[in-house]
């Protein structure tokens, strides 16, 4: 019970973060994209601003674009924003708030076969993070100093679905400029979206470099996973539902975890703790929990 | 030990970020990010 509730109750975060990062659905009719004050503030999430309905930037989109502007050569505006948003949630918001990772997950019900992620691939995200959205905008730049935003025009399959297909749908002059740029990026897209039907949150485990930050944060972020040893037996449950293929009780702040609390709710001695301020829910609840063992030994 | 650490480090990340996005800010970032929002970014779409 406690398990469907938590699982419902994360469904309706991401449903809601969801529509508040693309609060412009009218705009998708005239091919239109939103143009207000919000756009100078990015969404927590991958999410990319030229999606008709979305409200705010792309932190990755946005960190290339000043990455590689000509005026300058590092975002400090972004990076803020993202150590603020990891420092807090960590990818407590891949979980919770990413409108990409929602889609994912809708995309893995689909009931056919599932199979694990190879290991090596995890190190991918990492890489993509360094080399397209920091060396390749920064170093690779026109003759007017500008680089491009490598990651956005040749990986992200966000912006290929929310972006390109709604744009080029309602847009016929755009259409005429379709070339193999665009084949590759249907191609990225297809190949990731038949992933995510295999795998739980592949373009997450493999390839988002926003995973990557957020993945590095979760070392320290607020908002996280905390396990009492004296209370484990070690029964392996919470590994098994792990989707994320996280093993919690050794590593609880793995850079994979998504802060789902499917662990949290499979764990039959509540030895998992997930929120902020979890030292003191910690002692409150031993506190708790103590007069029922003592009752029970009685 | 291992908490006080971690909330160092929490304080210290959230002072750095607090000090990067002012800093950005201040000196014009925000109108960079906007402009690319705001203007169909064929990069992104799959045809720059």
């Not at chain 2, 002072?15 to 402009?35: D, H, M, N």
């Amino acid at each position: 019970m406690g398990k469907i509730k938590q699982s419902i109750k994360r469904k309706i975060f991401q449903i809601a973060a969801f529509g508040f990062s693309n609060a412009h659905l009218m705009n998708f009719k005239g091919g239109r994209i939103y143009k207000g004050k919000w756009k100078d503030f990015c969404s927590p999430g991958l999410n990319c601003y030229s999606c008709p309905a979305a409200s705010f930037s792309c932190p990755i989109g946005a960190l290339q674009a000043v990455n590689g502007s000509m005026e300058f050569n590092f975002s400090f505006y972004v990076t803020g924003l993202l150590l603020a948003f990891g420092v807090i949630f960590g990818r407590g918001i891949c979980g919770w708030f990413c409108p990409f990772g929602l889609f994912q997950e809708l995309l893995h019900k689909i009931p056919v076969p599932k199979f694990k992620l190879w290991k090596g691939f995890l190190y991918l995200k990492y890489i993509i993070l360094v080399v397209f959205v920091f060396i390749l905008p920064i170093a690779v730049t026109n003759f007017m100093g500008m680089g491009k935003p490598a990651f956005c025009q040749f990986i992200c399959p966000a912006g290929t679905l929310e972006g390109g297909i709604p744009l080029l749908s309602t847009h016929s002059e755009l259409r005429q400029t379709i070339g193999s740029l665009f084949s590759l990026k249907m191609f990225i897209l297809i190949v990731t979206i038949a992933c995510c039907i295999f795998i739980y949150r592949f373009f997450c485990k493999a390839l988002c470099p926003l995973g990557a930050i957020y993945g590095i944060m979760n070392k320290v972020s607020i908002y996280h996973l905390e396990i009492d040893k004296d209370k484990c037996v070690d029964c392996g449950k919470c590994q098994n539902i792990c989707k994320m293929e996280v093993n919690p009780v050794d590593k609880p702040n793995s850079a994979e975890c998504i802060r789902c609390g499917e662990c949290v709710h499979a764990c039959p001695k509540n030895a998992l703790y997930l929120g902020f301020n979890l030292s003191s829910k910690k002692t409150a609840q031993t506190q708790k929990t103590a007069p029922v063992q003592n009752k029970g030994k009685i | 030990m291992e908490n006080k650490m971690k909330n160092i480090a929490r304080v210290a990340v959230f002072v750095v970020a607090g000090a990067f996005a002012l800093y950005g800010i201040t000196r014009g970032e925000v109108a960079v990010v906007f402009s690319k929002a705001v203007n169909i970014c064929l990069e992104c779409i799959g045809l720059g």
